[in-house]
């Protein structure tokens, strides 16, 4: 398991729950240039994944999805000082993954 998997996990208040809103802010000030460049990673992942599901999987499609806003706010909840290396993770980033991180930061706003 990658080191931003597990802060996540021990963030959940237990296995089949969310991580609480409140926790991102903590997560994403634990992350190490690694992590990020992980968590961007993984967005890429799981926007391939994503358009590799059939459509009609809607269960698959909203888990993903919901993954992928996660990651997407982790990332914008970096803290300044860390956030070129947000900037790097992301430029070569598809369409789909930086739609997600203009989400998150629309909300952090």
């Given at each position: 398991?990658?080191?931003?998997?597990?802060?996540?996990?021990?963030?959940?208040?237990?296995?089949?729950?969310?991580?609480?809103?409140?926790?991102?802010?903590?997560?994403?000030?634990?992350?190490?240039?690694?992590?990020?460049?992980?968590?961007?990673?993984?967005?890429?992942n799981?926007?391939?994944?994503?358009?590799?599901?059939?459509?009609?999987?809607?269960?698959?499609?909203?888990?993903i999805?919901?993954?992928?806003?996660?990651?997407?706010?982790?990332?914008?909840?970096?803290?300044?000082?860390?956030?070129?290396?947000?900037?790097?993770?992301?430029?070569?980033?598809?369409?789909e993954?930086?739609?997600?991180?203009?989400?998150?930061?629309?909300?952090?706003?």
């Amino acid at each position: 398991m990658k080191r931003f998997q597990q802060l996540l996990a021990d963030a959940k208040p237990g296995p089949f729950e969310p991580v609480p809103d409140t926790r991102i802010p903590a997560i994403a000030a634990s992350l190490q240039e690694r992590d990020i460049a992980e968590v961007a990673a993984e967005l890429e992942n799981l926007a391939r994944e994503k358009a590799a599901t059939p459509d009609w999987d809607g269960d698959t499609r909203d888990d993903i999805a919901r993954a992928q806003h996660l990651f997407a706010r982790l990332l914008v909840a970096v803290p300044a000082a860390l956030q070129a290396q947000v900037t790097a993770a992301l430029v070569n980033a598809s369409g789909e993954t930086l739609d997600w991180v203009k989400v998150a930061r629309d909300e952090k706003v």
